[in-house]
């Protein structure tokens, strides 16, 4: 494989696939994104004609068929990863899926058991872009003990995005496209798992305020994905963890970010990747990466490398990505349900 092209089928080619996939994988030696699937025939051509190849599809098994083909980028909405994730998978193609998981809880097992029954591929989702820099180090801090005792993780997501109400309509603001995931919970959920372990158990409330918005044909669409949201969790480390999540909260003065408060010291990380540290009676102070481990965006590369090279999966495996799924779905049946939900009833 390291001396074969790697031939690449997107299905989906949304803006992610166009700003981050395709050119990526284009500009690794030997591995080439060769056809596209679109809903659309003129859609895809769009596409192909964008970065130089001639092959567009309309169906996906058309991708899933052809022997020539040895992976699949798939940069659908969540309602579309199971159904693709699966059929690629038991075709034989190695499988990079764009974040969210799935839809639920129920279609990330199935993608996992797929991905297990094939240990010979690649199964690989596109990770929560927000602690790239930094994660290895927060990992290092807490495995080091220097925070003691993990007591408060307090995550802080707001915007007033919601609020502009000529705004398009998006697919996250709709449960048949994104199903229990809901604004950015799952990603910030991601991280905080990377860094500290699993969640036990979750209460949760929400409501929906902006409950409609025209669509591309100017249709008025129902909106039923929460747009402020409140989360109490208990992670498996003891630590009591406090999520406020809103598209809604104009001129916030609280900063984005995730803080970690331990009984000998305090990590305090924003949503820009940087950090800061004080231990218990200090003043808290820059934390930078440590020396050489400072990521960026490299997830095509490490897509590859897998493929070519057998590393293993770190950002982000389907197993990881069960974990945040059991928590979305958890925080949503809580959040219906009017009770405590815990994630290994999910």
Not at 30 to 59: L, M, Q
Not at 237 to 242: L, P
Request: net charge negative; hydrophobic share 45%; with cysteine.
């Amino acid at each position: 494989m390291a001396d074969a092209v790697l031939r690449v089928g997107a299905i989906g080619a949304g803006a992610n696939t166009r700003l981050r996939h395709i050119p990526g994988l284009n500009a690794i030696d030997g591995v080439a994104v060769v056809a596209v699937c679109n809903r659309s025939e003129a859609s895809g051509r769009r596409v192909a004609d964008e970065f130089g190849f001639t092959r567009v599809e309309t169906d996906p098994e058309a991708l899933f068929r052809d022997p020539e083909i040895d992976a699949i980028c798939i940069g659908t909405w969540p309602y579309r990863h199971k159904e693709y994730a699966v059929r690629a998978l038991e075709a034989g193609k190695h499988v990079l899926c764009e974040a969210r998981m799935a839809m639920d809880t129920s279609e990330a097992r199935a993608m996992l058991a797929a991905a297990e029954a094939r240990p010979d591929l690649v199964a690989m989702l596109v990770p929560g872009p927000f602690d790239l820099r930094s994660w290895r180090t927060i990992q290092r801090v807490v495995g080091d003990g220097l925070l003691g005792e993990v007591r408060e993780v307090h995550a802080t997501v707001l915007s007033a995005g919601a609020l502009v109400p000529e705004a398009p309509l998006h697919w996250r603001e709709q449960s048949e496209f994104s199903g229990t995931n809901a604004m950015t919970v799952g990603i910030y959920a991601e991280v905080v798992h990377r860094w500290l372990g699993p969640t036990e158990w979750v209460m949760a409330d929400a409501t929906t305020y902006v409950t409609n918005r025209l669509d591309e044909h100017g249709q008025r669409v129902t909106l039923d994905v929460p747009d402020s949201l409140g989360i109490l969790a208990r992670m498996a480390n003891g630590a009591r963890a406090v999520y406020r999540v809103s598209t809604v909260a104009h001129a916030s003065r609280d900063a984005n970010g995730v803080s970690i408060f331990g009984s000998r010291g305090t990590l305090h990380w924003s949503a820009d990747d940087l950090m800061t540290f004080a231990a218990y009676g200090e003043q808290a102070r820059p934390l930078p990466p440590d020396p050489g481990t400072e990521g960026r965006w490299n997830v095509e590369a490490d897509f590859v490398a897998s493929i070519r090279e057998g590393k293993p999966v770190e950002l982000t495996s389907f197993a990881d990505g069960l974990r945040y799924m059991q928590f979305t779905e958890a925080v949503w049946r809580s959040w219906r349900e009017r009770r405590p939900v815990a994630l290994a009833s999910v």
